[in-house]
């Protein structure tokens, strides 16, 4: 079963538009963690934000916001004034410590972001 | 010079051979790990290992192994390559279970 679902596969923005990533996850644990990975065109992945389970404040980093609801079990992400430079492919993934794979990352099947000028 | 550092980069092989992706890294981490990408599916995990002597089978193992030569060295190896296994592989690395993977760059693996 998918433990991380993200139901936009595919999202278009123009420049300056505000758009939002969502990720929902799935998990027994009271103890767990999450993350938000982009990867760009070159390929990489890069480390965006972790959060566990018992933190529930919402993490602003620049244009970047985060907003974490264990009541829905949410981990939403979004761009405030979308630039070119956020086209990437985003990927929500879960830790847990008691999954089958000891806290290796679960990941989402990602939302790929295009923003055109 | 990257942390995590996979090679070779790019591979086309044909159905039937076996084959080796390197991983090697300077972070010093315990845990390291092989995940598979193939669009749309997002990344899977294939084997990761939590030290040396502790090799474990991610979701998707079938048709590959891993050798975890030291500790900064983790290998993937597919005994007998078929086409379905065309995809993106990355190796990772992390300190602790519950901390941020550092990806390398990825292996772009073809097989033909």
């Known amino acids: 079963a998918q433990k991380v679902t993200q139901a936009q596969t595919e999202i278009s923005v123009v420049e300056k538009e505000d758009v939002t990533l969502d990720c929902v996850y799935e998990t027994r644990d009271t103890t767990y963690y999450l993350f938000w990975y982009k990867q760009p065109p070159s390929g990489e992945l890069v480390f965006l934000i972790r959060?566990?389970?018992?933190?529930?404040q919402n993490e602003i980093s620049g244009r970047y916001s985060w907003n974490f609801q264990k009541s829905t079990s949410s981990f939403n992400f979004t761009i405030t004034a979308s630039q070119v430079v956020d086209s990437a492919v985003y990927f929500c993934?879960?830790?847990?410590?008691?999954?089958?794979?000891?806290?290796?990352?679960?990941f989402g099947k990602g939302t790929s972001l295009l923003v055109t000028p | 010079d990257a942390d995590v550092t996979q090679t070779p980069r790019n591979r086309i092989t044909k159905t039937g051979k076996r084959i080796m992706l390197e991983c090697s890294q300077t972070?010093?981490?315990?845990?390291m790990y092989w995940y598979r990408q193939d669009p749309g599916l997002g990344l899977r995990l294939i084997y990761y290992?939590?030290?040396?002597?502790?090799?474990n089978k991610g979701e998707i193992s079938d048709g590959y192994s891993v050798s975890r030569q030291a500790q900064a060295k983790f290998s993937l190896s597919l005994e007998s390559a078929i086409p379905n296994q065309t995809a993106l592989y990355f190796c990772?690395?992390?300190?602790?279970?519950?901390?941020?993977?550092?990806f390398g760059q990825g292996t772009r693996l073809t097989v033909v």
């Open positions: 972070k010093g981490h315990d845990r």
């Open positions: 290992s939590f030290d040396v002597k502790d090799i």
């Open positions: 990772a690395t992390s300190l602790a279970g519950n901390t941020e993977a550092f």
């Open positions: 959060r566990n389970s018992f933190d529930e």
């Open positions: 993934a879960l830790s847990e410590p008691n999954s089958n794979s000891g806290y290796a990352l679960n």
